[in-house]
């Protein structure tokens, strides 16, 4: 490795990690405006209020659930729901 390589050796890494540094930006932009536009959504359903009810639910945990699982009134009880619960985990 010749002296020229050597020195810009550490600007390769640099801009290297420059480079990963600017699309993980761009990805939790992107992360971030699907989380909202899923949110946005999901807020048109009754079941979105109901879920955000409970204690340590969030917006994106109702609305990654209904995302999931769909409308709950589809099920007549409970055990119908967690029955689909257990085939798809």
């Not at 939790?28 to 359903?45: D, F, G, M, P, W």
């Amino acid at each position: 490795m010749n002296l020229i390589q050597l020195l810009l050796q550490p600007v390769f890494k640099l801009k290297k990690v420059q480079y990963y540094a600017r699309q993980l930006l761009h990805l939790l932009e992107e992360k971030e405006n699907v989380s909202e536009q899923l949110i946005t959504k999901a807020k048109q359903l009754s079941d979105f209020e109901l879920l955000t009810s409970f204690p340590g639910i969030g917006e994106i945990s109702a609305a990654l659930f209904i995302g999931e699982i769909g409308n709950l009134s589809r099920f007549s009880n409970h055990k119908k729901s967690q029955r689909l619960y257990r085939y798809r985990y």
